[in-house]
């Protein structure tokens, strides 16, 4: 089916967190049933696939008519990672300097320029000029410029104040060593710890699994899309199956009064990124209490 009355529905799906789409449009395709379908089993309506008022109306209670913006796929979302990063600044005002929008320093500051420069990079997409670098702003810019080196961006390796009692499975080798209880990870080198952070696991009703597991996968750039909302996870690390070590501006921004899906998270953009530039696929990660 094709409808100007599916834009709405998954505007409204994605707000309640059923639909991970930024873009949407107005073909009712399997995406689009299986989140109605999953819609309907939440709130407790049998599981047809067909938007019959009764779930209209459910739906409607879970979220707000949609702006013209919003069924235009011009509105300015939530920045992909908060302006208060200064390595998520400083690597931003690297690639936009990349595609000839921003002549100024690479200096972590987001000021009068870097904001301008958001907003040009914006109109060039076709985008409202805005200084808020979305995901729709920030997709194309990473497709159409290359990652900088954390050498290029910091002099100096991310300053490490704390400490962690270590497990004895990260005395050798390459491997990050993450504490559940005392809320640390570490990256240590032959028995040397290099850094030591805060970091943050599952929310309750969720586990961050334990025990010694070897990184499979890494990407720099992932969103999940696994649980109704698209999460970005910069620099992820994976580890067992989805489980990885990310950033996240959520444990940022709200510390510890939230958790992942079992993910175990980092809340600075530059060690993130330091970190990612250490490790390769192979290395141990030693998960314990």
């Known amino acids: 089916m094709r409808s100007p009355l599916v834009r ?9 967190k059923f639909l991970a789409v930024y873009d949407v449009d107005d073909h009712f395709d399997g995406r689009t049933r299986e989140a109605v379908l999953k819609f309907q089993r939440e709130v407790g309506l049998r599981a047809s696939g067909i938007v019959d008022g009764k779930t209209w109306e459910a739906l409607a209670a879970r979220s707000k008519p949609p702006t013209a913006a919003e069924l235009s796929n011009t ?3 939530p920045w992909f990672t908060a302006s208060t990063q200064p390595g998520y600044v400083k690597e931003m005002q690297h690639r936009l300097k990349q595609v000839g929008v921003y002549k100024g320093a690479i200096d972590g500051r987001f000021d009068e ?3 301008q420069a958001v907003a040009a990079w914006r109109v060039r997409l076709g985008l ?8 729709r702003s920030w997709a194309p810019l990473i497709r159409r410029t290359r990652n900088p080196r954390y050498a290029e961006l910091f002099d100096a390796a991310p300053a490490s104040s704390l400490s962690q009692e270590l497990d004895p499975r990260c005395a050798s080798g390459r491997v990050v060593c993450i504490s559940k209880q005392q809320r640390k990870m570490s990256y240590v080198v032959d028995g040397a710890v290099r850094f030591t952070r805060e970091a943050r696991f599952a929310r309750p009703g969720w586990e961050s699994p ?4 070897r ?13 109704g909302e ?3 996870m910069p620099y992820a690390i994976f580890y067992d199956g989805n ?4 950033f996240s501006q959520d444990f940022a921004d709200k510390g510890y009064e939230s958790g992942s899906h079992g993910c175990s998270q980092l809340r600075d953009y530059q060690v993130a990124k330091w970190l990612y530039e250490q490790v390769k696929v192979g290395d141990r990660v030693v998960v314990y209490q």
């Open 243 to 246: 489980v990885a070590i990310h």
């Open 8 to 16: 709405e529905l998954q505007v409204r799906l994605r707000q309640a």
């Open 210 to 213: 334990e025990g010694e597991f």
């Open 113 to 115: 320029p870097t904001q």
């Open 230 to 232: 698209r999460t970005p």
């Open 128 to 135: 409202p000029a805005s200084e808020v670098m979305d995901e």
């Open 75 to 77: 509105d300015i979302g």
């Open 215 to 227: 990184i499979w996968y890494m990407n720099a750039d992932t969103v999940s899309k696994i649980f």
